[in-house]
Structures are given as C-alpha cells and as structure tokens.
C-alpha cells in the first residue's frame, strides 16, 4: 500500500484522540463560515484547549486536516496527542475537548473518539480526496495536512 509523505510522518506518532470538528453554519443552513474564521475558531479551540489542560501552547502537539462533508459543511478532522498525566482519564478527556468547542466556543459540533490503533487515523487524516471531493472542491485546502510545531519538532527525534 503507497502512503502519502503526510501519512508517514503521522503514523510515526502515538496519537490519543481524533477529533472531528464541524462548523455551524453562519447564516443559512448551507453557509459555512470563510476559511478565515474557520482558522481563528480552531485557534482559538486550540487556546482553551490549553488552558484547560494547562498545557503550553508551544507545546500541544496536534495534526489537522479540512474537510467538505457530504452535507457541504466544512469540517476539521484532528490528531491529538497529550502529555501522560492527562492520559488516565479518556472519559472525562473527551468529555472536555467536546464540551470546549461545542459550548464554551458555540462553533458547532465536536465528534471526540480515543485512539487505539495508529493505522487507521493516520491514513485517514493523510488520504487523497475522494472523487467526490475533487468533483466539488478543487480548491487544495482540502488536501493538505496542517502540523502544530510541537508535532513537527517531535517528528525530527522519530526514526
């Protein structure tokens, strides 16, 4: 199986959370918010995020990746990896990453799954549009995949 250069630097890492983040709409139900809101609403996901877990920003290592959903709604899939002390509890870890997006920003729905097996997440973080993608959204956003910094000098120490 070919793997995508994306692909392989994200199975290098153990990874604890995938977390799917959907926009609400803006105006009508099919608006989704401009590609320069939809980035201050990560970073901003990605701030509290960090207070709440008191992790240093500098220090959150994470990986995402846009996405058009079948409904057209604009979504972000992301690889979360967190400090050991935050491991023990999955349950009340979810429950806070969803909580932080869903109703202490109000930016849509957040979808929050533990990580068991690296293979699948990185391969489905890091694959190639679907026909039904590249049919509708030619636009190269939607393939590319954003590494925190955290992640990419994380990345320089695996082999």
């Known amino acids: 199986m070919k793997y995508s ?22 105006r009508s139900r099919w608006d989704s918010p401009s590609q320069k809101r939809q980035a201050h609403r990560f970073a901003a996901w990605v701030y509290r995020v960090c207070r709440s877990f008191r992790i240093k920003p500098r220090n959150f290592i994470w990986v995402r990746r846009c996405e058009v959903g079948r ?50 997440v990185s391969g489905y973080i890091a694959k190639k549009a679907s026909e039904y993608e590249e049919a509708r959204f030619s636009n190269e956003r939607y393939r590319s995949v954003v590494f925190s910094r955290a992640a990419l000098s994380l990345l320089k120490y695996c082999s």
């Open 71 to 120: 409904g057209g709604r604009d979504h972000y899939h992301v690889l979360i990896r967190l400090p050991a002390r935050l491991r023990s509890n999955i349950r009340t870890t979810r429950y806070r990453l969803k909580n932080i997006w869903e109703t202490k920003l109000g930016y849509g729905i957040a979808d929050v799954r533990a990580v068991k097996a690296n293979e699948g």
């Open 5 to 26: 250069p994306d692909a392989l630097a994200v199975r290098k890492l153990d990874w604890d959370f995938f977390v799917t983040l959907t926009h609400k709409t803006e």
